[in-house]
Nanobody, 124 residues
Framework: QVQLVESGGGSVQAGDSLRLSCAAS????????MGWFRQAPGKEREFVVS????????YYADSVKGRFTISNDNAKNTVYLQMNSLKPEDTAVYYC?????????????????WGQGTQVTVSS
């Protein structure tokens, strides 16, 4: 069983930066895509960004393009989300997820493994 553990959330002011980490453990880890989603209170889980594991295509939601950057360290089975110029509307629980389907997808139902989530709160 694959386990994903996020860290790095917190409370910041608008304009600040945060870096989230997601460490994978368990059986040999070779997803097709790794992604980040977020969920604000009363809202559905929202796609943020996804990347092809091992390098290649990266897809960002329009709402974070130019401000957020995803990266990974294959040797550490870890994916990162650098979040700059944070806005109050970025406030949410952020989830790391891994997909084994063989195509890019923004739908949460196509991601088989999920972390427990980490809270990000941005105040104005």
């Amino acid at each position: 069983q694959v386990q994903l553990v996020e860290s790095g959330g917190g409370s910041v002011q608008a304009g600040d930066s945060l870096r989230l980490s997601c460490a994978a453990s368990g059986r040999p880890f070779s997803p097709f895509h790794m992604g980040w989603f977020r969920q604000a209170p009363g809202k559905e889980r929202e796609f943020v960004v996804s990347m092809r594991w091992g390098g290649g295509s990266i897809y960002y939601a329009d709402s974070v393009k130019g401000r957020f950057t995803i990266s990974n360290d294959n040797a550490k089975n870890t994916v990162y989300l650098q979040m700059n110029s944070l806005k109050p509307e970025d406030t949410a629980v952020y989830y790391c997820a891994a997909s084994t389907v063989g195509f890019f997808t923004t739908s949460p139902i196509n991601y088989q493994y999920w972390g427990q989530g980490t809270q990000v709160t941005v105040s104005s």
